[in-house]
């Protein structure tokens, strides 16, 4: 870092070279980059040594004008990691970014999050499940496993043990590449897995993956592009055919991981399958979920506590 009074801009940039580059995936780095342009916009003169909790507070309202609540709150988490490391070196004095309050704008039309258990029944029931691999056998994956959609894409056959049943994921496919897509590093170390399937899914999968290369992501064609928008298109459709809220593919990875929750399945048991890096993520993405199954343990224990009189 540069012994100089850097710009709060200036400091972010040299963090994150120092700290991000390299460590994280290339699509990672660059919503980094995006957060450092954005700083460079919203506080051009402002120096880390004057950063305080309303100087702060005003570069987030800035950004919270032309971006949603959940994105702000993205914003401040990549900034808050670069600031704590900033007051730990002791060039701030104080954490600047305790207590701040994330606003943002308000659109009309949200997807849901995640599903419940009779609307992803009714979901899954409008799957055309034929003889050909197809957008709906990845949907269906996705339900029954939580997968993040470059995981679910990256798979080939030799990722299935059906003897076993499980899934191996230790890559991702990076459907994002201008030259059609390639293989690519999981999110983090604690993404490579083996995920446990049922037979259903095992034997349904058993016939998709025969006479495939054993190599090559059953879910995609070579030299062939893939664009997220078409499974979300396609599961748009379903939805409302269903009659159910509109969900995305992401939020299928929700609904897998909500209702695995509200079966009693333990929040370790839940990161580990859905790859998260630590228990905090799943207990934050989560919270509204734990929170509820908390109110009815409350309802539990009272309910034990009579009985001992």
Known sequence: MSQEEP????????????????AVRPVTYAKYEQTQK?????????????????????????YAETHEKQTVLD???QV????????EEGLLTLDPTRRVVIKGTV?????????????????LAQLD???????????????????????????????????????????????????GGAFAKTKNTASVRKIPIDWQVAMQ????????????????????????????????????????????VHGLRHTHASLLLYAGVSIG????????SNMNTTQRTYLHVIQELENADTDKIMRYLTTLM
């Open 7 to 22: 710009l709060l801009y200036q400091y972010y940039k040299e963090w994150m070279e120092l700290y991000k580059q390299g």
């Open 38 to 62: 954005m700083l460079c916009i919203l506080a051009p003169t402002l120096r880390l040594q004057a950063l305080n909790r309303q100087s702060y507070q005003e570069i987030l309202n800035r």
């Open 75 to 77: 914003f401040h988490h």
């Open 80 to 87: 808050k990691s670069a600031v704590l490391d900033a007051l």
């Open 107 to 123: 659109t009309q039309h949200h997807k849901v999050k995640f599903l419940n258990q009779q609307q992803l029944t009714k979901l």
């Open 129 to 179: 499940l034929g003889d050909t691999l197809n957008w709906d056998y990845f949907l269906l994956l996705v339900a029954k496993t939580g997968l993040r959609f470059s995981e679910a894409l990256a798979l080939t056959p030799d990722d299935f043990d059906l003897g076993r049943l499980t899934i191996t994921v230790n890559k991702t496919w990076d459907y994002k590449n201008t030259e």
């Open 205 to 248: 999968f058993a016939k998709m993956i025969n006479g495939k290369p054993r190599d090559w992501p059953i879910f995609v064609t070579p030299n062939k592009k893939v664009y997220n928008a078409t499974p979300n298109d396609r599961l748009e459709r379903y939805c409302e055919r269903a009659g159910i809220p509109e969900i995305s």
């Open 269 to 276: 048991s839940v990161a580990r399958r859905l790859g998260h």
